[in-house]
């Protein structure tokens, strides 16, 4: 295992990106969002997927380096963005960023985006709004991952349904989950790491775990497994309702602006390579528009302590709420850096060698 810093991480991704056609100020916001996901623990959204989700996307010219956002409507709440497909990070943190400013004028605001790209972690744009004392939701669709409750075939994607809403500790409440048992992302984390994955993330035809995580993706390309909504397989643990939330981030980044969904988000047409063309929704909710900020955030940490100090299982010692671990995990890598494995140690020199980014030679140990 090996660390690098934030700064190191951050210039890494900056130069790569600017060096496959994103202008730089692009290149800072995607940047920004990858490390934001490796300084919080979320190996499975930061660095580790330069690389295959972006760069080289964009070189398969499925994925425009440069951005042009559309505004396709407009009222004094919402707004519905076109990006084109360019890189969604930057329209969503435009998106974001339009919710924020209505919402300080009219109590609330919504933006929802068609024809985008994967955006990063969907926590980061909730953390907007809740850095201007705002509850921040976001939610988007993806390629197809999961099956439907009693199904076999991929139909909905992954599709997080995020929530973050400051509080008066060190950490906000921070939500950021797919609607399956686990997203791709943690897959393909697993698969370069040699990793299998527990029963009951991935189905085959015949509606039986998978477990090996390198043939479980190619499976998913071919339409030959599933991934296996919040709560599992069935009706018995309950799959129903994450199929249902599901459904609910599919058709809020789809039919509310007129974009694609389920099998129209493959990547693929004719058997070529396209853009995949996603939605997203952003949503940012002025709390003093309600009641007074000091106020809502002294509640919410009393409620969020009140979880904590609960009465513990035998054998554990530590009750968690949704953005603790992640904030332990920044405080670690802010001394330690973030830790790196062996497989995407060579991913990141090999894209150091690809885009000629020699400010980096050194520390990867490349003879110039």
Request: include cysteine; glycine fraction near 10%; charged fraction near 25%.
């Amino acid at each position: 295992m090996y660390y690098l810093n934030f700064e190191t991480l951050e210039k890494i991704s900056v130069q790569a990106l600017v060096a496959a056609g994103v202008p730089e100020n692009d290149a800072k916001i995607v940047a920004d969002v990858l490390l934001e996901a490796d300084k919080l623990g979320i190996d499975s959204h930061g660095i580790n997927r330069l690389k295959p989700i972006y760069l080289d996307r964009i070189k398969d010219g499925i994925l425009n380096p440069v951005t042009k956002i559309d505004t396709i409507r407009e009222t004094f709440t919402t707004a519905v963005l076109d990006a084109n497909n360019g890189m969604g990070h930057v329209v969503s943190k435009k998106a974001m960023e339009i919710c924020i400013e209505k919402a300080k004028t009219y109590g609330m605001g919504m933006v929802a985006v068609r024809n985008s790209s994967h955006y990063g972690i969907a926590g980061y744009y909730g953390l907007m709004a809740a850095k201007e004392g705002m509850i921040g939701i976001t939610g988007t669709n993806a390629r197809p991952s999961i099956a439907p409750t009693f199904g076999v075939e991929n139909m909905l994607g992954t599709n997080p349904l995020t929530f973050v809403m400051p509080s008066d500790e060190e950490f906000p409440f921070f939500l950021d989950c797919a609607t399956s048992v686990s997203q791709r992302g943690k897959f393909e984390y697993y698969a370069k790491i040699g990793k299998d994955l527990p029963k009951g993330w991935a189905i085959d035809k015949n509606g039986e775990s998978k477990t090996d995580s390198k043939q479980v993706l190619q499976d998913l390309v071919d339409g030959n497994a599933a991934l296996t909504p919040l709560g599992g397989i069935g009706e018995e643990t309950a799959g129903y309702k994450g199929y249902g939330y599901a459904t609910v981030v599919e058709i809020l980044s789809a039919a509310l602006q007129g974009g694609g969904f389920m099998k129209a988000l493959l990547g693929f047409e004719n058997g070529k390579k396209v853009p995949y063309r996603l939605g997203h929704f952003f949503i940012a909710i002025n709390i003093e528009a309600f009641i007074e900020l000091d106020e809502f955030k002294k509640a919410t940490g009393n409620i969020l302590r009140d979880l904590r100090n609960s009465e513990k299982m035998p054998g554990k010692d530590r009750i968690y709420t949704a953005g603790e671990k992640e904030y332990e995990a920044f405080l670690e890598r802010s001394k330690t850096g973030v830790p790196i494995n062996q497989s995407l140690w060579e991913e990141i020199k090999n894209i150091i060698l690809e885009y000629k980014l020699k400010d980096f030679y050194k520390i990867f140990k490349i003879n110039d």
